[in-house]
């Protein structure tokens, strides 16, 4: 699937097409729809669980993380812009 360039010309048909594609790409079918069901089952406000996961870092964790992860992963040119 190509990369979506401009999230503003999106339908959103094509946005959940992507998404679910990538969710399938990393999860498989069964995880892909067992996700999509944990979110609407739990009404799971994704950005106040990532705040809570962060907030509990002590100081500076999130900066040697971050550092690490990308002297694991070097920045090859090769992103998608989105």
């Known amino acids: 699937m190509e990369a979506i360039q401009d999230i503003q010309e999106v339908n959103t ?3 959940a097409d992507a998404g679910m594609t990538c969710l399938i790409e990393q999860f498989g079918v069964v995880g ?12 799971l406000d994704y950005t106040k669980w990532r705040r809570t996961f ?8 999130f900066h ?3 550092v690490a ?3 694991s992963h070097p920045y090859k040119g090769d992103a998608m812009r989105l």
Request: no cysteine.
């Open 32 to 43: 892909a729809e067992a996700f999509i069901a944990l979110v609407l089952r739990e009404k």
């Open 64 to 66: 040697e993380k971050a």
């Open 54 to 61: 962060y907030d509990g870092m002590a100081p500076g964790e």
């Open 69 to 71: 992860y990308a002297k």
């Open 13 to 15: 048909f094509e946005l």
